[in-house]
């Protein structure tokens, strides 16, 4: 097998050198195989373990998530033996996405095994599929750490464990991809996009809690090894070249989303993450393209939903007319646009902290303010705490967004109407980004976020810039906003907080943009949606959510402080180890999205 | 403009300025001119009062007293719109924005000479794209001008220190100037650099931008301006072309110093070189047994 030789670096030395690295090879090939072997097995004797795993010949529940691992494992592996029609699979490593994707399976039987011993008391409760899918995953996994590393170098030369661990998981970058024709790279994109789309429709409509977590294991463990297997990267060049079919393939993909979803309860989790990652993504204007520290922008998320409510015809609101819906959602806007000017335009003028400190304080005087006009302690406008209830559906051209509609055979509940209303709202925002960002006003908000002097210096209006941003930002948490009001059908002034359990508050919107990246399009996006997703189907640990969330933070925080999506500057800026000074064709390839913080 | 009298016209007028923070003054009643296609050079010693004068002319300080006029209008006091009159500026501590490529550097620089607003870039209305690529083209120009065209698409910070001097000025020069004011633009550069900027600035200059630089190397100053002005505590001191300044005893005194009163003459300094020498033969010998 000369071909292998080629293909694979076989010379370096492993973590754990038990095995020649050809035999290593067939071990992990003839585990993984086991564990797939494991999943159509029996692996509890009684239905009581939710997902039925007790079925022979046919996998469930969390034996499907094991199944998935150790199939992606033994395709890796077959494209490290440089079998032909695989071999596209890894461009960059062969040997640490191995590594990853065993890890995958084995944390996700693991998982499983510990589960089904933990709820149904004891480890005499597993069936022998159990056990031969764990052994299975549990000699791949050692025989992949018996794989020479990917990187050149030895592995054994790092300090310590943890860096050894994390160099034989890395691998280098992919080589120069071969010119594809256009329909091929479309049709990836596409694919790739439909392939999202599955998993994230798949991780919303986890029914129990231990399938969920299943599934973010293995997510999280495939998502880095299709990273490092430099699979990623290809595909961001593929997107960078066709950047319209990209947004439009996710367009389309989003528009998807509600005709999968069967209930509405997951529906309404779609359309809460929409408005969430929009609201985040306006927020990356203000923060994250001019540097301003805004940790009140809730607020104007507030300002938006109250100003459509108050003109939606609700018996309850204090004006009492009823605005045709694209008239409130130009109050809402206008609302917000207007707070933005009369906030920023007194504050502006301070630099750094000093603007942090009176956003949070807006934020707070929002809410306050919503609660004290309620008859007793001001005029009645907003009825105080209890808000206004009964906001009346939308009607757009006949449409009534407040029920269900059959549309090709699918019925698109209220949830999945307003999804799709909050997903044009999503596009203009995203235009308005992209747009903004790449333009001499975009460039003028970065310039003054890098060297404030040295930009006025340049001839830039700082205070004029920073208003337009600021104001911007504003306008398009109120364009949310409105459709947040009428989604929830009542706006009171606790939805708006600075933190608190529900995501959209203000810790929660700038934790989605350092999360995801800042700066960039994609990565709020991104950002909001694990930001919701996570505490919204892991319900049991609600008592401890904000703990976790810092934990997590400081996590990320410590691993790879750009962000999830990193932008290209903020990629060179913390990796300062030289090999990044030079932007090699890959990196200007990889840009894509991220080129929106130019 | 092809009469060597034009080259006269006076492009910058400072007359009086007078900086004050509280009780320091910091400039002092200073007078200064720029005539178009000329090259001024500022000098001092450390603390004079030379980038303190050059903030007030760029607007990042309003002058307690004294006016500045560029081409017979007031300059505002005002850094965007002294840069929007066509002053442009260097910082002597290199200020780039230092996440953003090269090209975006000198970009930025366009920000006075183009107009597209939000609305212009959100509606992508017509001409957008066309007043985009003018600023590229330009910027890119301005790259090959002053040598760095190769590296474009290089982060501003990733530059070795004399690049980024140059992308400094190239970015200054993006805002189309009439008088470039350089503070210190050889500050840290090695004799091949600092000869390259002294071609870099005549070829700025001969393109119809006058120049005031502020700079400590002579060698440097003397060789470049047409002009020099010595600025001494806050005050100037001599203005002339570069031999009478350099034979001006005023300056040497403020950068080296008077003789004392009571100095010692020529023959007291060998008495003492003589004692002195006598002194360390008879403590030799007194160590030596």
Redesign the interface.
Known sequence: MTETTTRTNDSGTPLVPLLPAPLARHTVTAGSAIALIGTFMAWTWTSDFPGDLTVDGYPGGLQLLTLTGALLTLLFALSAYGVKGLRWLTPAGTNAPLRLLALATFATTGYTLGAISSDLGGIVNLEPGAYVSGIGSLIALVAAFALPGDTPGNDTTADNAWQRIRHTLAAPSPRTAKTIPDWAGILIIVAAFAIGLYVFAYGIDTEYTELFIGFLITAVFTFAAITQAGLLARLSALTAQHRTVTLSAAFVAAICFPFTQSSDEYALIGANILIFATVALGLNVVVGLAGLLDLGYVAFLGVGAYAAALVSGASTSSLGVHFPFWAAILVGAGASLIFGVLIGAPTLRLRGDYLAIVTLGFGEIFRITMNNLNGNSGPNVTNGSRGIPAIPDITIFGYDLGISHDIAGFTLGKPGNYYLLMLIVTLIVV??FR??A???????W??IR??E??????????FRVKL?AFA?GATLAGLAGTVQGHLTSTVTPEQYQFAGSVPPNSAFLLAAVILGGMGTMSGPLIGASLLYLIPAKLQFMQDYQLLLFGVALIVLMRLRPEGIVADR??K??FHETGQL???DANL?DTVGVTKAG? | MTSMTTTTNTVLQASGVTMRFGGLTAVRNVDLTVNSGEIVGLIGPNGAGKTTFFNCLTGLYVPTEGKVTYKDTVLPPKPHLVTQAGVARTFQNIRLFPNMTVLENVLVGRHTRTKEGLWSALLRLPGFNKAENASRERAMELLEFTGLAAKADHLSRNLPYGEQRKLEIARALASEPGLLLLDEPTAGMNPQETRAAEELIFAIRDQGIAVLVIEHDMRFIMNLCDRVSVLVQGEKLVEGTPDIVQADERVIAAYLGTPFEGAPGEEEIAEVEAAESAQSTTSTEGDTP
């Open positions: 235009t308005v747009r903004s790449d333009s001499r006003i975009g460039r003028a970065v310039a890098e060297d002097t040295a930009a006025t210096a340049m001839g830039i209006n700082g337009i911007l500057r903020k060179l800026e000074d030079v932007p200007t130019a």
